[in-house]
């Protein structure tokens, strides 16, 4: 099989289960593949080997970690649709990886920051105070991306089940649950603001409106939670309230594939990363109520 035409027929096949800016990268990772490899004089995909595909990637050492982490996913997934369908017999990505490197832990609020942050909302226009107050709840007890959450319209609501289905990456949907809390501010917000919020001459069936009664932007919501950050001291994105529910919910002792689904997760890898946030915070915990104590004395 050429390669260029092994290449069209894998993101064909892509564009059918993932978002069209997923397509489009891994387009250019493989354009610039089978580039490399014709300059080696390579053009067929069963003549690739592991000397070429670690060299395309070392001509890229000077990129970012998350530019080569995705130019090495994009040849992985390449090539396991290669021998699906039957034109390699072997993986000359299996001995490749790129150095560890340890993401930064993500800024998780306490739980009496995220008490008062739910309590910061306060403008002086009634309709407004309400739906902030909604969101911030909805988010906090959702984890939903800033993105699922702007996205959301009304009958998206499960309003007796306390649950919403929300539209993920890759438009893969799931539904989140939200407790009592979220559920008394969506019902004032839905009675008593997103009324008087709506205009009656472009009516939108967008859950979280504008003054303008238009749907609210992801741009818009970020300003807005950074608004209430800094009302109660501390520089937060909508992304530190996701982090913090999923955080709270390993420490409520909710187990790690449960918050996978919640959060939308497709690898239990990323959401992983939480517990070490969890292990920060009892080594935290541990030190301040017996500083005398150390790591080396526990073993």
Known sequence: MHLDEAVERFLTRLSATRAPHTV?????????????????????????????VRSWLDSHRAASRRTRERKLSSLRAFLKFCRTMGWLTHDPSVNIALPVHRRPLPRVLTQPQAEQLMQATEPDDEPLRLRDRAILELLYATGVRVSELAGLDVDALDMAQSAARVRGKGGRERFVLFGQAAHEALVEYLQRA????????????????????????????????????????????????????????????????????????????????????????????????????TMEDDE
Do not use: C, W
Not at 29 to 45: C, F, P, S, T
Not at 243 to 261: P, Y
């Open 24 to 52: 489009k990268a891994y387009g250019t990772d493989l354009a610039q593949l089978a580039a490399y490899a014709l300059e080696a004089g390579i053009e067929r995909v069963e003549h690739l080997n592991e000397r070429l």
């Open 194 to 293: 997103r009324p008087q919020l709506m205009n009656p001459h472009k009516p939108t069936r967008a859950l979280f409106l504008n003054a303008q009664g238009g749907r609210l932007t992801t741009r818009s919501l970020h300003r807005l939670v950074k608004r209430y950050g800094a009302r109660i001291g501390v520089d937060i994105s909508p992304h530190a309230l996701r982090h913090s529910f999923a955080t709270h919910m390993l420490d409520g002792g909710a187990d790690l594939r449960t918050v996978q689904e919640l959060l939308g997760h497709r690898r239990l890898t990323t959401t992983q990363m939480y517990t070490h946030l969890t292990l920060d915070r009892l080594r935290q915990t541990v030190r301040r109520a017996l500083p005398s104590l």
